[in-house]
């Protein structure tokens, strides 16, 4: 008797496991991009109301205002996490310490490979014709470089805090499910809050050129994907707080550099 093997079942591309989609989960994505910026918004305007209350104070330095917005929504989402961890226990922030390998080698290569990426996407026309890049960062003093790299860097722990430990975490929980595209395979909170974190930059196609704005929802939402993937493999916020802020603080540092050699 012949034994014929059937060929093994090739997996589909594109798989989606374990969810649960009810007529509510509409509301609950709603409710995230609310909170989301309920999160941000309050902790910029408190940021602008002190820094132009001090503006004399604070030197004129517009890095300052940034840091003061960072610091407001750096205790607002932490406020929320302490909130979440109340009302929906079941949801987890990864706002430990990671028990296992901290990936922070591999995430500190990603974010210095996103700061090159970002500086390509959003400069090419000025470093094709090799002409100063307007970053709007002040070069003329090492405090004001120091403050804005710091500024940068925190944009790490601010907002890995909320979109990944907070929107990510109650989301997981909220809309439970798991969408894989090749060997891709996070949460469907993963990809949501990705695509919320791009809309969070609305505000560059009010100041910025077509071409930046563009390319700033695109990475935007796939680095919100990564972030989530060192997240899930480290079982922490750090790795993908080193990646953001690394990243972040690398375009400003070679801007900054571009701007002095080509000014």
Known sequence: MTDLALPPSRRPFVEVTGLRFRPWSILWIVLTAVLMQLLLVPGRAAGAWLYKHNIELFQHQIWVFVALATLFQIVTGLAALAVMRRVLPQADNHLRWPPGRTYAGLAAAVGVAMGLIMLVADYWPQLLAHTAPDGGYDITSAGAIAGWLGVMAAAGPNEEIIFRGLLVGMLAVLVPGRLRIGRLDLPVAAYVVALLFGLAHYDSFLHNPLHLAIAQQIY???????????????????????????GDAVEVGIVMLLMAAWG
Request: aromatic share 14%.
């Open 220 to 246: 935007a939402f796939a680095w919100g994907l990564t972030y989530v993937w060192l997240m899930e493999r480290s079982r922490s916020l750090l790795a993908p707080m080193i990646a953001h802020g690394l």
